[in-house]
């Protein structure tokens, strides 16, 4: 069985600051993890994806994510937020090379940024 | 461009009706999924379909049904046995392998009169 853990379902930000958001994740198999973002009454958008190539993953808009296998996390971050960046983003697993996927998401983060 | 339309954007229904949400994409996806978020929650797998003519439950299927006779399109019935289809439902495409993102329609968001 899989799960998501997202700490904090609000993170609050200044413009310029840096953005820190958490997903530790539970999984019996090596898994694939994506992050998406989501503005409102809209879709999901991808952000980046980990696929086993490489544990620091660079994705659209300037943010990253690392695989760290020991502490099962894969937190998304970005060095200095934008207005543009508030929105909620959701950390989500699925189990590697099934041939399918099924993706288990977190409870999402709602990004703040003020001025 | 490609990509996976939902309609409509805003649905009201009264109780005891069903009601379809259209999904259609052309990406040329072979898997397809019908995803419902409420506040605080995230997104959960109401049902996915791999190939056309074939469909699986998900983790909340029930007061739900499906039918994939076409790759491109994936309606969802939310029938009266659901009593409580108030939600953004998300439709979503991928193509094979589970390395492969997902791509999500704009949504539609059901309310009850």
């Known amino acids: 069985a899989q799960s998501v853990t997202q700490l904090g379902s609000h993170v609050s930000v200044s413009e310029g600051a840096l953005v820190l958001l958490r997903c530790n994740y539970s999984?019996?198999?090596?898994?694939?993890l994506f992050w998406y973002v989501q503005y409102p009454n809209q879709g999901l958008q991808l952000l980046l994806k980990?696929?086993?190539?490489?544990?620091l993953v660079k994705g659209i808009n300037g943010f990253e994510a690392e695989f760290k296998k020991s502490e099962t996390s894969f937190h998304l971050t970005k060095p200095s937020a934008h207005m543009s960046d508030a929105a909620e983003y959701f950390c989500a697993v699925t189990p590697m090379n099934t041939g399918f996927q099924k993706l288990v998401f977190g409870t999402g983060t709602r990004l703040l940024v003020s001025p | 461009d490609g990509g996976i339309t939902q309609s409509p954007k805003y649905l009201f229904r009264k109780e005891g009706q069903n009601v379809t949400l259209s999904c259609e994409q052309n990406l040329n996806h072979d898997a397809m999924y019908w995803y419902r978020q409420d506040p605080g929650q995230g997104l959960r797998l109401i049902y996915y379909s791999q190939i056309v003519n074939d469909f699986q439950k998900g983790d909340i299927a029930e007061g739900y049904s499906v039918s994939r006779e076409k790759k491109e399109s994936f309606p969802l019935t939310v029938t009266s046995a659901q009593k409580n289809p108030t939600a953004f439902y998300l439709c979503a495409s991928s193509p094979r392998g589970s390395n492969q993102p997902q791509h999500f329609g704009d949504g539609t968001r059901l309310s009850i009169l």
């Open positions: 999984s019996s198999v090596p898994p694939y």
């Open positions: 980990y696929t086993s190539a490489a544990t």
